[in-house]
Structure formats: structure tokens, C-alpha cells
């Protein structure tokens, strides 16, 4: 396969994943984590997304009625894209996680990086990153 169809790919698993994790995903409406879940949900609700939701909270046991994960490597089956929305020091460990479960796309919506100086916490998931699949 070449670079370009590899990319093709990889971009179809970002925009149309078959499972989805939120990790961070919270009770709390006002929060990112919510609100990234509730959208999911809607979409799945709609028929626009087809795929499955696994939130991820070690502190709840579901979140709009879909069973909640201590962390993706608890989750059952194969993963696609991992949406994490935690704080910046626990995305490197997210990111481990996500490479155990042979993720093949993470988007991260989190701040506290080398914009305020934690470069290495950049370089850290960088270097998982580059595990991924």
C-alpha cells in the first residue's frame, strides 16, 4: 500500500470510525468530555454515526446510559479513534493505553503543552504516536 492510500485510510478512520472512546467523558454538562459524548450519541441517535461509543471514567459507572470504562485498555474489542479530553498530564498515559489497544486515531483536545512549556509532555505522546498503527 502506498503513503498516499495509507493516508486515505487513515483519515477514513478519523471522519467514519467503526468505535469511538471518550476518554474523559463526564456526567458534568458543562465540561468538553460531555459534550464530545453527547454529540456521538445524537449522531448515533440521527443514523449519522454508526459506530460504537465506550466512554472512559473511572469514577462513573455510565454516562448517558452507555456502560463507562475505567480506561481503553478495559474495553472490549477493537477501537479505532480514541477522543481524549483529560488533562495533560495523564495523556501520555492515555496515549500507552491507546497503543495497547492498536488505536489506529486519537484526537486530543486537551491543553497544558508546549504552549506553556511541557514540551516533554509533547515529545512523550509524539513517540507513542508513532507506534500507532
Do not use: W
Not at 41 to 49: A, L, S
Not at 91 to 108: R, S
Request: net charge positive; proline share 6%; with cysteine.
Amino acid at each position: 500500500m502506498s503513503s498516499m492510500e495509507s493516508s486515505i485510510r487513515q483519515l477514513g478512520v478519523f471522519f467514519n470510525p467503526k468505535s469511538v472512546a471518550v476518554v474523559g467523558a463526564t456526567k458534568k454538562i458543562n465540561k468538553a468530555g460531555h459534550v464530545i459524548l453527547k454529540n456521538f450519541v445524537q449522531n448515533k441517535e440521527r443514523g449519522v454515526f454508526k459506530g460504537e461509543i465506550y466512554p472512559v471514567n473511572p469514577n462513573e459507572k455510565s454516562i448517558l446510559g452507555f456502560p463507562c470504562y475505567p480506561k481503553l485498555t478495559a474495553i472490549p474489542g477493537e477501537l479505532e479513534l480514541v477522543v481524549i479530553v483529560v488533562p495533560a498530564d495523564t495523556v501520555p498515559e492515555v496515549m500507552e493505553d491507546a497503543a495497547a489497544k492498536k488505536v489506529k486515531a486519537v484526537a486530543i483536545i486537551s491543553s497544558g503543552f508546549s504552549e506553556i512549556g511541557k514540551r516533554e509532555l509533547e515529545e512523550k505522546i509524539v513517540a507513542v504516536a508513532k507506534n500507532l498503527e
